[in-house]
């Protein structure tokens, strides 16, 4: 059995034709959530090792900020809420002395500092 269809169906329109309005798509931004997390020192590794695995791993691209002290270094991860089970899950993995903190919730108007 052969499929048969006409081109005629597919024509293109001329370019002089006004093109459909596209003002009925409205936007909506997912919405995003800020996690704190708190990478401490260990005692035998170089300061800064858990920070530099965690920028390198998939998750760097969503620090926005990072806060080094004596013992530990904070970092905050500005995340899309649909994005939540990939994130912790491969923080856990990768960074098991990790603390993760709570979830805080962003508006879509608010700029990342």
Same mark, same amino acid.
Do not use: C, W
């Given at each position: 059995?052969?499929?048969?269809?006409?081109?005629?169906?597919?024509?293109?329109?001329?370019?002089?034709?006004?093109?459909?309005?596209?003002?009925?798509?409205?936007?909506?931004?997912? *919405?995003?959530?800020? =996690?704190?997390? /708190? +990478?401490?020192?260990?005692?035998?590794? !170089? #300061?800064?090792?858990?920070?530099?695995? %965690?920028?390198?791993?998939?998750?760097?691209?969503?620090?926005?900020?990072?806060?080094?002290?004596?013992?530990?270094?904070?970092?905050?991860?500005?995340? *899309?809420?649909?994005? =939540?089970?990939? /994130? +912790?899950?491969?923080?856990?993995?990768? !960074? #098991?002395?990790?603390?993760?903190?709570? %979830?805080?919730?962003?508006?879509?108007?608010?700029?990342?500092?």
């Amino acid at each position: 059995m052969a499929l048969t269809q006409t081109i005629d169906r597919f024509a293109t329109r001329p370019l002089n034709e006004p093109q459909a309005p596209r003002n009925n798509v409205i936007p909506f931004p997912a *919405a995003r959530v800020r =996690l704190p997390v /708190t +990478l401490p020192h260990a005692a035998h590794e !170089l #300061p800064g090792t858990q920070l530099r695995a %965690l920028l390198h791993s998939p998750l760097g691209v969503y620090v926005v900020s990072t806060e080094a002290d004596r013992d530990e270094v904070r970092v905050l991860l500005d995340i *899309a809420f649909d994005d =939540l089970d990939f /994130t +912790l899950h491969t923080l856990i993995s990768s !960074l #098991p002395a990790a603390l993760i903190g709570p %979830l805080k919730r962003r508006n879509a108007n608010t700029k990342a500092r």
